[in-house]
């Protein structure tokens, strides 16, 4: 299973970067693709000059031509804030993208994994959601170049299947943070804990009553490995943590670790924003046996471990 080349695209992000350290020590060899606009370099630079890990500075809306034998598609902006901030280049990341990815593993004879999202449930009418579920997104709302855009790269992903019997794998991820999460990306785990650190109010957007389940990044790494090196299934598998909190209760939560006394204050609630979200995780257990292992007090340790580090350095 070691010594494959593998391509991540969106390799410098948040998931990117901790995907590349776990290929590396898995002897693999990495070639990371990423334009920058809401990675960065700071996340990968302890693997520059590393003899099995190699990067380049391209933009998956324009062709790529390497050579690999899997990709990780993982190359597009994910916090509201970052996609919402061009929302064309947005939708043109999930779909010419993807078709780039595509038409490259059509090319090499590689398999590739893409990284889908529970936002394609758009605001559920099914709780919890499981793959079956065709979901309830508003094709016109501020979210759309972000859900929609996802859409079609699922659909490529399987019309290229059955057209080119392309090897495929698709992943919808829900919720999941972590170390190297983006400080200002505006989602909501990082803004709690900045604000925690920095002695201001926790920003509860509506009545805070509002669910998201949060799963670790090391535990859906985890999953992401096992689903692309396993034949059983091409997907979709969701994968997160099937433990549901409210927001209110995930601001409790931070307050407590960080020990902060700023409190919490309430701030308008965004348009489309999903009343609740929770994963049905059983096609991830029965194909991957995967299943989150962090829960969210520890992950919120080290989370929180990571955030101090950085203000400190600032
Ligand atoms: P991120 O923004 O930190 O990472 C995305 C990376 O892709 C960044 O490094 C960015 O610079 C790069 N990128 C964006 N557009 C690109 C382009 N056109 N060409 C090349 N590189 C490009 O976000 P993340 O949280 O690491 O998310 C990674 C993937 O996982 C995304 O596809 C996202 O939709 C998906 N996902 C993440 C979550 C989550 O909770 N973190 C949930 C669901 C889905
Ligand atoms: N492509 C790429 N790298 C490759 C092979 C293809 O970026 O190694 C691009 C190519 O530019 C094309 C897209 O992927 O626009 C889709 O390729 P495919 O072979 O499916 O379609 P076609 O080239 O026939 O339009
Ligand atoms: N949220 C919040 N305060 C914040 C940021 C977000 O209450 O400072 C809420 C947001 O309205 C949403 C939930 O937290 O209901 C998760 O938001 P995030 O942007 O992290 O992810 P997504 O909405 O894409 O699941």
């Not at 776990?22 to 002897?27: A, H, I, P, Q, Y």
Request: aromatic letters at 8%.
């Amino acid at each position: 299973m070691s010594g494959k080349t593998v391509l991540v695209t969106g390799g410098a992000g948040f998931l990117g970067s901790h995907l590349c350290d776990r290929l590396v020590e898995m002897g693999d060899d990495v070639i990371c693709v990423d334009n920058f606009f809401s990675g960065s370099k700071q996340n990968i630079k302890h693997l520059l000059g590393h003899p099995r890990f190699e990067l380049i500075r391209h933009d998956i809306v324009r062709p790529l031509f390497v050579e690999a034998e899997q990709i990780y598609n993982l190359a597009c902006p994910a916090s509201p804030k970052a996609y919402q901030y061009n929302p064309i280049k947005t939708i043109k990341t999930s779909t010419v993208g993807m078709v780039n990815v595509l038409g490259l593993a059509k090319r090499c004879g590689a398999r590739v994994l893409h990284t889908s999202t529970s936002e394609i449930y758009g605001d559920p009418e099914v709780h919890p959601q499981p793959e079956e579920y065709w979901g309830n997104v508003n094709p016109v709302g501020p979210r759309s170049c972000y859900d929609e855009g996802k859409r079609v790269a699922e659909s490529l992903c399987i019309n290229y299947h059955l057209a080119h019997q392309l090897e495929v794998r698709i992943v919808r991820i829900f919720n999941t943070y972590g170390p190297r999460m983006h400080p200002d990306d505006g989602r909501v785990v990082s803004n709690f804990i900045m604000q925690a650190l920095h002695g201001k109010p926790l920003t509860l957007y509506g009545d805070g009553l509002q669910t998201r389940s949060f799963c670790y990044v090391d535990d859906l790494i985890e999953g992401f490995i096992r689903m692309m090196n396993q034949t059983e299934t091409i997907g979709p598998v969701n994968l997160g943590n099937p433990g549901e909190f409210t927001m209110k209760q995930l601001a409790q939560a931070v307050l407590e670790i960080t020990g902060a006394t700023s409190g919490m204050t309430h701030e308008p609630l965004p348009q489309d924003d999903p009343k609740q979200r929770c994963p049905d995780i059983s096609k991830a257990e029965k194909y991957l046996n995967w299943r989150p292992e962090t829960n969210l007090h520890q992950g919120l340790q080290r989370t929180i471990e990571f955030y101090r580090h950085v203000s400190e350095a600032q």
